[in-house]
């Protein structure tokens, strides 16, 4: 089907060349005599296309759809959690809990936070400086509102906004008037360049935000009409068709933090992860350079190799190993399950020493029983780590 060609809005562009290229943020507030106003928080909602997404995709569709409220919003994302820590054997009631007890005995090893959880202890951290030293950061919102009906639509500082509702609904104690500090931009003047300068000068994007904040640039210049509501995959594959236009590579590249030609497209190829790949890797935050090699596999095994990479904690290296193996000799069964026990003796290999011989002999010799049973036993396995030996370096 033939596309409408859009036209280049170089206008756009140009307008904010200055800023890219040392100016700043304040100096745009002070030359618009722009102010901190404090607007009341229902009447503040988060941009859709804003390419760092907090919310997991499920609750982020609904929310956008209009089918929850924020509130309810962060009771979804806080239930999803809690479930995630009681599997882990870390339960908790009160958000608080998360942030843990400096003077409690924390000696035992427990699995890393799951995306979810850390999400929320993130936002509790934040919640719990805004209540304790006031918001120092104020929002920057766009003026949406229509006729009567005041609406803002945030530029920049969604976590503190999600913060401030878990401040308000979640934590006991907490007083307020309502009201959020906010940096107030007129509508002709919103900026997806300031926003992407925001998002990548605070803390990183992950590699999947930083491949929709490029698609999102690429399709704002090139005249892309922009949704109102929740914003599919799809959206931003769109870019994928795009390319920069002439002579504005530098304030694309400096908008993404003064990334090189290769890079910016390094992370515009992401896009072509499949949709549940897309999710999976940018909840665990998971770099490019690991999913680079993902994307020469078929997309209906995508989340597949996903999976593996976060479950076995893959390199870069290694996952380019086995996607090139499985390409060349198709021995690699991605969908194959390990089995728990080897799971648990590789582990095991990493954090084996010399001080750990004497207790080795010990349990070895209380499982076999026998002076004589622990040594066959122990001659079977050398003949199995030997075979894998003769495997692996087969294979450099």
């Known amino acids: 089907m033939a596309r409408k060609k859009r036209e280049i809005n170089t206008s756009l562009l140009d307008n904010v060349t200055a800023d890219m290229l040392g100016g700043g943020d304040m100096a745009f507030f002070q030359d618009e005599g722009l102010k901190v106003e404090y607007i009341l928080l229902e009447l503040v909602r988060p941009d859709p296309l804003q390419p760092r997404r907090v919310l997991p995709d499920r609750i982020y569709q609904a929310f956008h759809a209009g089918q929850v409220t ?112 906010c940096i107030v931009i007129p509508n002709e003047s919103a900026s997806a360049f300031r926003q992407a300068k925001e998002n990548t000068a605070r803390s990183g994007l992950s590699a999947i935000a930083m491949a929709r904040q490029a698609a999102l640039l690429l399709l704002y210049v090139h005249g892309y009409p922009m949704p109102e509501g929740p914003v599919p995959p799809d959206f931003y594959r769109q870019a994928l068709e795009l390319r920069i236009p002439k002579g504005q590579a530098e304030t694309m590249h400096s908008s993404l933090g003064g990334v090189t030609k290769q890079r910016f497209n390094q992370y515009k190829d992401l896009l072509k992860l499949s949709d549940e790949a897309m999710e999976l890797a940018d909840r665990n935050n998971l770099d490019e350079y690991i999913l680079r090699p993902v994307l020469q596999l078929p997309p209906e095994t995508h989340m597949e190799m996903i999976q593996h990479i976060i479950q076995f904690g893959l390199t870069g290296r290694q996952v380019h190993d086995i996607v090139k193996h499985g390409m060349d000799d198709d021995t690699v069964d991605l969908t194959r399950e390990i089995s728990p026990h080897i799971r648990g003796f590789v582990r095991s290999m990493q954090k084996m020493s010399e001080d750990d011989e004497g207790d080795f002999i010990q349990r070895l010799l209380e499982q076999e029983n026998s002076v004589s049973m622990a040594c066959v036993r122990l001659e079977s396995t050398i003949s199995f780590l030997t075979r894998i030996q003769n495997q692996l370096q087969e294979n450099r």
């Open 70 to 181: 924020p509130s309810q919003a962060m009771r979804e994302l806080i239930q999803i959690a809690q479930l995630a820590a009681r599997q882990q054997g870390r339960p908790f009631s009160n958000v608080l809990d998360l942030l843990g007890n400096p003077e409690e005995d924390n000696s035992e090893e427990l699995p890393p936070l799951s995306p979810e959880e850390q999400l929320v202890h993130d936002l509790v951290n934040l919640a719990v400086t805004i209540r304790d030293d006031g918001q120092v950061n104020p929002l920057t919102v766009v003026d949406v509102s229509q006729g009567i009906t005041r609406q803002y639509r945030i530029e920049t500082g969604e976590r503190r906004y999600w913060a401030t509702w878990i401040l308000r609904d979640f934590i006991s104690g907490y007083e307020s008037d309502g009201m959020i500090p």
